[in-house]
């Protein structure tokens, strides 16, 4: 197939401002009468939905981690029918892990690279002028293989701040796609997981339209339109992955919210029937579903109501006794005896697993996983070597249910957070992204 030209919105780390730039650079596009398909590299499962509000696609990640060579080409096959692909990568440039996982170290760089999109690096110029040219002629270098359109200056002081740092981008030869003046009122509102999720967002569309009449006034979009490109994919008979179950009830939420995009799609095109409900609106899993899939998400914010929602408790138990349950992360813990919350409160939670997790001593858990299923979890056999990421700030204190799978880190190390299963019930705390291969 042909892909559409695209175009990779990177950065040389977090912080910069690239998803300020990405939001506003999808919806200009799309007020522009584009059909614009955005993508994400790396693992982030909270982007997705504010690149969806923005362009009016859903958003797929990709991941060289975690995602073999033909999965990646069925996620790259989502961009059918987009007139161009707009990517967003994951902290800088090059940053990915140490060890090589399917087919890569994770970079975003390396996303680039195999689709041949150019990169559009976004550069906080604020406390430098011609030196951040040498940051940029950097990144270009460093492999030269890697196609480059171009930087946006981002946080510019004043009119003789661009200047001086213009200077320094004529003289390296780095064309300058965009100057954005410094703006405080701007950025996206975080929590311990980054940004919130585009749920949550108070006024998410006013923000999103905000950023494109931004990146309108000061990006050239004619030059950026003009430097996308990529690389076409070989004949290939890559699907998505299959669903694990007819009948998925699937929690969907602000506190359960966090399942990859391209999971649900495969799941869909497979003919999977997914039936979404809501913990937080006490609604009951569906009586007729197959499996329920609780997602991660945020259940520390909302234990009080889950553990109050006893429609929804009820009917996951009920579930439960004849049929498949698997929860991720947060519904991992939701699926536990008990999670205490970050003032020390205890709250009850459904009781199908004995876990028992507590905010009130934060401890960060981040990075890939491979897990090897020691015993099967919905639509995986036992053996099953699987792919995912784990990002958590939550404590074990008790575990006692039959591990899961044996979990490793991206270089091989033993990981504690090994899931748990008893009877039907199955839980992780990394989010799946792909079976592995390699």
Not at 229 to 244: C, F, K, M, V
Not at 391 to 406: K, M, V
């Amino acid at each position: 197939m042909t892909n559409p030209p695209g175009l990779l919105i990177s950065a040389p780390s977090s912080g910069t401002g690239k998803t300020t730039v990405m939001l506003g650079l999808l919806r200009a596009l799309a007020e522009d009468g584009l059909a614009v398909q955005p993508f994400k590299s790396g693992p982030d499962y909270i982007d997705p939905a504010f690149h969806r509000a923005a362009a009016g696609r859903a958003s797929f990640n990709m991941d060289s981690w975690a995602m073999n060579a033909p999965l990646l080409d069925a996620v790259a096959a989502q961009a059918h029918g987009a007139d161009i692909v707009i990517a967003e990568g994951s902290m800088g440039l090059f940053d990915g892990v140490a060890k090589p996982g399917e087919i890569g170290h994770g970079s975003s760089a390396e996303t680039a690279l195999r689709m041949g999109w150019p990169v559009v690096l976004v550069l906080d110029v604020g406390g430098q002028a011609q030196s951040a040219a040498a940051t940029a002629l950097g990144f270009r270098s460093y492999n030269p293989d890697l196609p480059f359109a171009g930087v946006v200056l981002n946080r510019v002081a004043s009119p003789r701040h661009e200047r001086l740092t213009r200077l320094g981008m004529d003289r390296a030869g780095l064309p300058v796609l965009g100057v954005l003046p410094r703006r405080g009122d701007l950025t996206l509102p975080e929590r311990h997981l980054g940004l919130i999720q585009a749920v949550e967002h108070p006024d998410l569309e006013n923000a999103i339209a905000g950023y494109a009449a931004f990146l309108r006034e000061h990006v050239d979009l004619a030059a950026i339109q003009a430097a996308a490109s990529s690389r076409p994919n070989g004949p290939s008979s890559a699907t998505l992955p299959r669903p694990p179950a007819q009948r998925i009830a699937l929690a969907q939420d602000a506190a359960f919210s966090f399942t990859y995009p391209h999971l649900l799609e495969g799941w869909r095109t497979a003919g999977a029937e997914i039936i979404p409900f809501s913990p937080l609106a006490d609604e009951p899993p569906a009586k007729d579903a197959d499996l329920v899939w609780l997602p991660g998400g945020y259940p520390e914010l909302h234990a009080g109501r889950i553990a109050a929602a006893s429609q929804f408790l009820r009917g996951l138990q009920s579930h439960a006794e004849t049929r498949a349950v698997h929860g991720e992360c947060g519904g991992y813990m939701a699926l536990g005896e008990a999670l205490i919350d970050k003032d020390g409160n205890r709250h009850r939670m459904a009781g199908l697993l004995g876990l028992v997790t507590s905010y009130e001593k934060r401890k960060f858990h981040l990075g890939y996983r491979k897990a090897t299923l020691t015993t099967g979890m919905p639509g995986f056999a036992a053996g099953t070597a699987l792919r995912g990421h784990e990002f958590h700030y939550s404590t074990i204190l008790e575990q006692p249910d039959t591990p899961l799978a044996d979990v490793r880190d991206a270089e091989g190390a033993i990981v504690a957070e090994t899931g748990s299963t008893r009877g039907n019930i199955t839980g992780t705390f990394f989010h799946l992204i792909a079976e592995a291969t390699a």
